[in-house]
């Protein structure tokens, strides 16, 4: 079982910039595919972003794209989400997620390892 562990959290003004970073633990990291998703209260848990083993392939959600770039250092067992241009609406618990395989999707039923998550507050 991964054991993921995200860091990077914390409280930003409207047009800020933070990085969300999620430490894995076990071998093979660069063999799966990663994820960010985030909740909101009262929300149901949604995609963000996703990358692929290689870094070649990565997509987002409509509402991040042009402001959220995925990223991952596979020496480090590590991804990356760095966020530019916060709103309020990005407010959230943002978790990362390991991908049963492969592939770059934002089903969260394809992930089956999560970590315990990061607050992520933006105010206007």
């Known amino acids: 079982q991964v054991q993921l562990v995200e860091s990077g959290g914390g409280l930003v003004q409207a047009g800020g910039s933070l990085r969300l970073s999620c430490a894995a633990s076990?071998?093979?990291?660069?063999?799966?595919?990663m994820g960010w998703f985030r909740q909101a209260p009262g929300k149901e848990r949604e995609f963000v972003a996703a990358?692929?083993?290689?870094?070649?392939?990565?997509n987002y959600a409509d509402s991040v794209k042009g402001r959220f770039t995925i990223a991952r250092d596979n020496a480090k067992n590590t991804v990356y989400l760095q966020m530019n241009s916060l709103k309020p609406e990005d407010t959230a618990v943002y978790y990362c997620a390991k991908n049963v395989l492969n592939i770059v999707t934002m089903n969260r039923n394809l992930y089956d390892s999560w970590g315990q998550g990061t607050q992520v507050t933006v105010s206007s």
């Open positions: 076990g071998r093979s990291f660069s063999t799966y595919a």
């Open positions: 990358i692929s083993g290689s870094s070649l392939r990565t």
